[in-house]
């Protein structure tokens, strides 16, 4: 059955709302794969402090999320889907970034 034009248009908005929405990272596992590869610190003592800054990162792109452009937000939240080890911390820095340079 085929789709119609007026079907796609009806349901873009699904897509849209799910694009908006801030990125829900597993943030023990990122951090474990993270320390797990990193050298130096206890490997607890590695994943607390990343489990922190993340969490902190978390926190400060929940106050800020909306206030990004929609393509950065966009744009760095499938970046920081590459390699598997997605970051609050990376995607804050990306869109910090992106405003820098406006």
Known sequence: MPIS???????????VMAADGMPNYDIARSCKLVA?????????????????????????LAG???KF????RAGCASQENIGGTPSYVSLLTCLQMGQAGR
Do not use: R
């Open 69 to 72: 452009p929609a393509p950065s």
């Open 5 to 15: 034009f007026s079907m796609i248009i009806l349901n873009s908005h699904l897509i």
């Open 36 to 60: 797990a590869a990193a050298a130096g610190l206890s490997l607890d003592q590695s994943v607390k402090t990343c489990v922190s800054d993340e969490q902190k990162a978390q926190k400060q």
């Open 64 to 66: 800020q999320w909306s």
